[in-house]
């Protein structure tokens, strides 16, 4: 079932459709993006106007301080939220190059499990079962599909390779 589950591509892409929510929320998050930029460009303008009237002497030092302190906080808001969209965009563009990885991914986990050893195995079943539920004489085996780069061969270290390099 797992090999069945990890070596093909069209499972994998429609799993990561099924779990992958609104696709109309891009555009939305642009529009936001490009809306949060104009505001942050106003707020800018907001501030120098403040010290304009500071400098112009309209306003007094108390007053310009308390502004000020009102416009940072929204200016931190804002900027806070535009980080918040720009890192789900860079979420939403490593998404699309695993799904174009998908294929390489598929064959590389048909390739390894074809005869694998019991480390491969166990090493698959750690990756893919998130909760086992014992419920009466029912087992029930809630699995994931893996969303990153993945490594089923055991790592070897020579130690007198890194012996010599802590020497250098």
Request: proline share 4%.
């Amino acid at each position: 079932y797992v090999k069945g589950l990890l070596a093909d591509p069209a499972v994998l892409q429609a799993r990561y459709e099924a779990g992958r929510g609104d696709p109309a929320s891009e555009p939305r998050e642009e529009q936001e993006r490009q809306r949060i930029e104009r505001k942050l460009q106003a707020h800018r303008r907001q501030v120098r106007r403040l010290i304009d009237a500071y400098q112009a002497e309209a306003i007094e030092l108390d007053e310009l301080q308390e502004r000020r302190q009102q416009l940072d906080a929204q200016g931190r808001f804002l900027r806070e939220r535009l980080s918040e969209l720009e890192r789900q965009r860079q979420e939403r563009e490593q998404e699309v190059r695993l799904l174009q990885g998908v294929e390489a991914f598929c064959s590389s986990i048909r390739t390894a499990l074809e005869e694998p050893s019991w480390e491969v195995k166990r090493q698959v079943l750690e990756l893919v079962v998130d909760q086992i539920v014992v419920e009466d004489a029912e087992v029930i085996i809630r699995h994931i599909i893996p969303a990153g780069p993945v490594r089923l061969q055991p790592r070897r270290y020579d130690v007198r390779k890194q012996y010599t390099h802590s020497l250098r």
